[in-house]
């Protein structure tokens, strides 16, 4: 179905709870991108992920920061698509380190880009093309490590220049702060590729701190409208410990924290057990 068709058959976005929605959108095996730069990121979506038990998942996301941290070490993932990796300001990213050394606690296959190219790739796939062409891979190594990169010539100058191919994710899930009760959502403040990643995707679905009457229109916000949206759940906090403007703040002593909490497989699991499998 493409995104007309999409749009003439389904014109407002499910409320559903989060377990519903992660149930009903997110499967084995599927692609999912879950965006969010510094600001916003989905992570209570990425816990449910983990708590309903999904595997062999290619992640997506410009900065894989803890969640993925996360989800790969409990085995959610067998493939990586990103542009930068680490815990931000404070150092590496432990099990995502210990998946790529030692396979552990499942082998993990990284595909590495630019945060150009990579958000490149999501605006080929939003926009229904196979492709998209921009400068800045020859000579960084990087395009000899990717399948989804190529050097192509200008048919105008000769030009050799980079080819990335579409990213076109199963499901893309961001986390906002509002939504009406028809599914249109409103985000604001730093936004990053949520929405590249949103109109990319064949499902979506938008964690929000709130559903409203109606949206408080804001300069600068990003409005998705129901139609590209296939699913909203109403889900207070959760981008904890990221931060959602004008309802949170980060949480730095996380971020500490967890370099500490990561590093050993043990402590790692018990961690996650009290503090996210709990919720089951």
């Not at 067998?78 to 499942?106: C, Q, T, Y």
């Amino acid at each position: 179905m493409d995104r007309a068709q999409y749009a003439r058959t389904c014109t407002v976005a499910q409320i559903l709870t989060l377990p519903e929605a992660i149930e009903a959108l997110v499967h084995d095996g599927d692609c999912v991108a879950m965006e969010g730069f510094t600001h916003l990121i989905p992570f209570a979506a990425g816990h449910e992920i983990i708590r309903q038990g999904r595997r062999d998942l290619t992640l997506v996301r410009l900065t894989p920061d803890v969640l993925f941290d996360q989800m790969i070490g409990m085995g959610c993932a067998s493939k990586l698509v990103f542009s930068w990796g680490g815990n931000p300001g404070v150092g590496s990213l432990h099990r995502l380190r210990d998946a790529i050394e030692n396979d552990w606690p499942r082998p993990l296959e990284i595909d590495e880009h630019s945060h150009a190219g990579l958000t490149n790739r999501y605006v080929a796939g939003a926009s229904g093309l196979p492709f998209a062409v921009l400068r800045g891979y020859a000579g960084t190594g990087l395009e000899r490590r990717s399948e989804s990169e190529s050097p192509i010539d200008c048919p105008f100058t000769g030009e050799t220049l980079a080819a990335v191919s579409a990213l076109r994710p199963d499901v893309s899930i961001v986390h906002g702060q509002q939504a009406d009760r028809a599914g249109n959502v409103q985000i604001w403040g730093i936004t990053g590729v949520q929405k590249e990643a949103v109109l990319a995707a064949e499902r979506s679905l938008v964690t929000v701190e709130e559903i409203v009457d109606d949206l408080e229109l804001r300069p600068g916000g990003v409005i998705l409208p129901s139609w590209v949206v296939t699913a909203v759940a109403e889900v207070p906090g959760g981008s904890w410990p990221s931060y959602a403007l004008g309802f949170s703040e980060r949480d730095n002593a996380f971020y500490e924290a967890w370099d500490q909490s990561s590093r050993d497989r043990d402590t790692f699991l018990a961690w996650m057990d009290r503090h996210v499998l709990a919720g089951i």
